[in-house]
């Protein structure tokens, strides 16, 4: 679906660190039926990002129909009532623009990006996905194919692709994160398509949806807009289902080794983190980054540079709203083993718990989260998710403008106590991905 364009090239132009550190500006309203609009103007350049973000993900599945949040992400591609099947992209492209969409646990985004006199046509296609998505027998059958290829391509003939569902699947006992987004083939096989319509109707709904609209526009035009398109469409008849599902502190640690068509080893462990909106979350954030963001980062350094017991380090940081984990792997360079490698990785975790992070790694650990900051809302892509995410998970649409204030609260000693509070042994998951050849014969 991701396809480069000249308004892409466009809208990342829009590159100045003013647009982080000044205030975003924007306005907001609801309608009657719920639906809740963000506007942001910026008449820099003459495109424009329309996007709908459903509050959806795959925490909100039946545990017995895994994978129906993803599956939308694509099935509600196929057109509507008045969109003719295959058409909705055409339409886009058509016209110059981009649209992408991705599924996580939690939500799910749709977006595009336009030539600003165009807004009113993406504003009528994004209420004819909400209103009058085509659902039938075809569609649900030409997706299932799609998704059945995505999970061989990303998961099953990947090296290392089960990673995330074998990792969610111990790292989770009750709450629903334990399956990945990805889903179970079987459970869409096994699915009507009543089954179907009706997640459509309980969360593709206006009081379940927030729309953001940023860049060349004018305010009293948009909303017009937007209220003549989106008004009308009625309020789902039912409260949306959200989990209310505490998962149960782990007192032992978790091991398992996974054979997979690998010709390297890797070691995986997980950690379970607090709530997205947790105020630890700034520290774990820059904790991830640390220890394992880039080049420099510590373990990297030492395990891959000095020590050449790592071909790679790198993390996984799931925020999740009701609390994510910290993946953290390392590949092995060749002749080192799993727990050699384990052990290393160990001995870094107890000295950032035992001695924090020097001033030095601090500052430079500052400037490169004001980076990423700054590159987050570099774009009106980037700046329209980024207001709804704040809307939707914070509370407040303001966050995008407290978010960076945050961070700089995050003192040093922060970091050192949430290392010991959350990067504990005795609650964390350990893999060992090993090739399929070492897998002992029965």
Sequence with gaps: MKKVSFLMLLACIVTSPIIAQNSIDFKEFSLDNGLHVIMHKDNTTPIVVTSVLYHVGSKNEDPSRTGFAHFFEHLLFEGSENIGRG?????????????????SNDLTYYYETLPSNKLEMALYMESERMLHAKIDETGVETQREVVKEEKRQRYDNQPYGTILPETLKRAYSKHPYQWAPIGSLDHLNEA????????????????????????????????????????????????IYRPNIEEPKKQEEIRDVIYDNIQIPAVIQAY??????????????????????????????????KQQKALAVAAIPLELEDGGIFIMYGITNMGVKADELETEIDVLIKQVQEEGVSEQDFAKLQNIIENDLVSKNSTMAGIAENLSQSYVFYGSTDHINDELAKYREVSREDLQKVANKYLTLDGRVVLYYLPKSEQPQE
């Design 272 to 305: 379970n983190l607090p709530p997205k909106n947790d105020a630890d979350s700034y520290a774990m954030d820059m904790l991830s980054t640390y220890l394992t963001g880039g080049k420099s980062s510590l373990m990297t350094k030492e395990l891959v540079d």
């Design 192 to 239: 009507s398509l009543a089954e179907f319509m009706k997640f459509y109707k309980d969360f593709y709904v206006p009081n379940n949806a927030t729309l953001t609209i940023a860049g060349d526009i004018d305010y009293d035009q948009t909303e017009e807009w937007v209220k003549m398109y989106f008004s009308e469409i009625p309020k789902g008849n039912d409260d």
């Design 87 to 103: 058409e909705y992209m055409k339409k886009i492209q058509s016209e110059g623009g981009t649209l992408n969409a991705y599924t």
